[in-house]
């Protein structure tokens, strides 16, 4: 099969069986890039993508990097290489996570966990945590996530040749890491609106107190939505753009261990 494919591409084997493999890692990439990996982006508009980048970085990578060999079985090859872009495809999509983890705890801190709208997403998200995911992600398309994600890609091959694996031990710990650092920030981009909800608290507090026969629940509802608004309107570029620079950190080493 390779060799007639690669007389009608007017390519060796082992060239095309490298794109091949080019195209396993970065189709694994892809699929959990943020942006280009979502799930409101039909298949085949995905699926050309991949062929996009693959094309772009398959040119970029020294041919040492990217001849398969010759005595390993091709598919061995091809789950390594799906595994390395999962991998890294994971590495970025945490920082996605994060920003949902983020708006998750606003809005339960807020009272607004159970306001749901249009996500890009399968599963509900709060409004405040659909805000802050679209906003990042278009945020990060907008400072050229297709240019850094490519040389994150091609950057790869540096670290991790094409058959190369990971002991599994340094994988569970990395991983660890990453999800231990995806919760840390996440936890720390929601501490503006936390600090509104304590705040929110003490003071309905007291005046309950004070008051006990007034109904604090309709007074306190409408002055937490917009407290909520107001943390969101004065924090939101502050928590995007502290966001979108940790972004460009991890696009520039997806496989380096948090900090």
Not at 127 to 151: C, P
Not at 173 to 197: H, N, R, Y
């Amino acid at each position: 099969m390779f060799q007639g494919l690669a007389q009608i591409l007017d390519l060796s084997e082992a060239g095309l069986a490298g794109f091949v493999l080019v195209f396993t890692r970065i189709g694994a990439v892809m699929f959990l890039l943020p942006g280009f990996g979502e799930q409101t982006i039909p298949v085949r508009v995905r699926l050309g993508v991949t062929f996009a980048f693959a094309a772009v970085i398959w040119p970029m990578l020294a041919a040492g990097l990217v001849t398969p060999d010759p005595t390993r079985p091709f598919y061995l090859l091809l789950i390594i290489e799906a595994g390395v872009g999962l991998l890294l495809g994971l590495s970025i999509r945490m920082m996605v996570f994060a920003l949902q983890f983020a708006g998750s705890v606003a809005g339960q801190a807020t009272s607004l966990a159970q306001i749901f709208g249009a996500t890009a997403t399968a599963d509900p998200m709060p409004v405040v945590g659909n805000i802050l995911m679209f906003a990042g992600v278009t945020l990060a398309v907008a400072s050229g996530l297709h240019v850094k994600a490519a040389i994150a890609m091609a950057r790869s091959y540096e670290i991790m040749p094409v058959g190369a694996m990971l002991p599994a031990e340094d994988v569970v710990t990395w991983g660890t890491a990453k999800v231990a650092d995806a919760f840390a920030l996440g936890f720390s981009m929601a501490a503006p609106f936390v600090l509104s909800a304590f705040a929110y608290n003490v003071a309905i507090g007291a005046i309950n107190r004070a008051m006990p026969s007034l109904m604090v629940a309709f007074i306190g509802a409408p002055a937490i939505i917009g407290a909520t608004i107001l943390v969101l309107m004065l924090a939101s570029p502050i928590i995007l753009t502290y966001w979108n620079g940790r972004l460009d950190t991890v696009l520039a080493d997806p496989l380096a261990m948090p900090r």
